[in-house]
């Protein structure tokens, strides 16, 4: 979920299954005007382009904004025959072949976007055929087809099934659900302290190790739930580890969150040889996903965090890092026009093209007045006339009736 995930799943797939926490890629600064094409943000879209333009709809969405027409069309074009998506199709009126790399990542974002805005129902249903068709005899499925699952691929497919109006719980490879997989990701009891309720992105030779983002991405798969969420009320307790059904995985791994964001209030990330920085995007998921399994008060303190902390480092990563914000705000209940001193929507507007501008709806009869110059006094007038008129005709003929 992070505005670094389809870079980082990119490198997962091409080099090793098993991969820890890896620092964020930045998407680029922001261009001042609207892009031409209709994609937002001015980055290199490689590897990214297809998840950052899904979760800038969907953020718009969540705040009532009517995308521009060519941005979504932009989105809808990156589809290949088959329904997948790769992260980024430079040429879409050529067929897809056996050099496009298509992903579950980018397809499930597209699906969650298109449903959201609706009007898309062929685009979606053959996205979600092919991600149904590519899942792994765990029940989960890995960034690309075929590959390992990871437990932020089948949390994203999870999300997007649920947003497209299918039961995740339905989907069954091997007689395993998704949840089947992605509790296979969860670190069994007897780990350290720290380390108890998350959520492993996959076995690094042979052992679960602790993941924020991945663990992020687990309570909301766990809990039912796509990239946009509300609050919800906790279940479950939130201390325990070795999670035997999806709500212990998502109590467990929100314990594990809320440990993790207790010191500071963010969670960091780190290159080998480097000093930990603050990871605001894995930040701004588990806002989401603490929200999403307890409560807009169990995110207070990691939300509060990034109003004060992460004007910076939205500007300088593009619309998804703006989006991920707004989806925090939108979880938590935040007015994300209002978040620190920042306008979110404005600044997200200001990445892409121009949206849609809602015209007012006037009621057929207001119209009707405002254009005739008439209106209803008229209507009631010429009843009036009409009833005197009435009323005349009526004295006359009783004048003229003889009396018995």
């Known amino acids: 979920m992070n505005v670094r995930r389809s870079a980082v799943a990119v490198l997962a797939a091409i080099a090793v299954a098993g991969v820890g926490a890896v620092p964020a890629v930045a998407a680029g600064p922001s261009p001042s005007a609207s892009t031409p094409d209709g994609l937002y943000g001015s980055g290199d879209p490689q590897y990214d382009g297809v998840w950052r333009q899904s979760l800038a709809l969907l953020a718009q969405h969540t705040v009532k904004v009517t995308p521009a027409a060519e941005a979504v069309e932009w989105l809808t074009s990156q589809q290949c025959a088959d329904g997948a998506f ?98 296979t990701f969860a670190l069994p009891c007897g780990t350290a302290t720290k380390d108890a309720g998350a959520f492993a992105f996959q076995p690094d030779k042979g052992k679960l190790v602790a993941n924020p983002d991945a663990t992020a991405a687990a309570v909301l798969g766990a809990l039912g739930k796509g990239l946009v969420a509300e609050a919800g009320k906790a279940t479950g307790n939130a201390d325990g580890c070795g999670a035997k059904t999806p709500a212990q995985g998502a109590a467990h791994g929100a314990g594990y969150l809320t440990r993790a964001l207790a010191k500071d209030g963010h969670l960091t990330s780190a290159l080998a040889g480097a000093d930990p920085q603050p990871d605001y995007g894995n930040t701004a998921d588990a806002v989401v996903a603490l929200a999403a399994q307890g409560g807009a008060d169990k995110a207070a303190k990691p939300l509060a965090w990034l109003e004060q902390n992460s004007a910076a480092w939205a500007k300088q990563s593009g619309p998804a890092a703006y989006a991920q914000l707004i989806l925090a705000a939108h979880a938590t209940g935040t007015d994300p026009r209002h978040f620190g001193d920042a306008d979110l929507v404005t600044q997200l507007n200001a990445t892409g093209p121009a949206p849609q501008e809602k015209k007012a709806q006037e009621k057929p009869q207001e119209k009707k007045d405002e254009g005739s110059g008439f209106g209803v006094w008229w209507f009631v007038g010429v009843c009036l006339v009409f009833g005197i008129g009435i009323g005349f005709l009526l004295s006359g003929r009783n004048k003229k009736s003889p009396r018995p």
């Not at 149904?132 to 989960?140: E, I």
């Open 86 to 183: 790769p992260a980024f199709r430079p040429d879409p009126a050529k067929a897809c072949d056996a050099k496009t790399v298509t992903d579950t990542n980018s397809t499930a974002a597209a699906v969650q976007a298109l449903a959201a805005l609706g009007g898309h129902g062929d685009v979606v249903k053959g996205a979600v055929g092919w991600l149904r068709g590519v899942q792994n005899k765990d029940g989960g499925w890995g960034y690309n087809a075929g590959g390992p699952s990871d437990a932020n691929s089948t949390s994203v497919v999870i999300g997007a099934l649920a947003a497209a109006g299918t039961d995740p719980g339905s989907v069954v490879k091997g007689g395993k659900k998704p949840t089947d997989a992605l509790l």
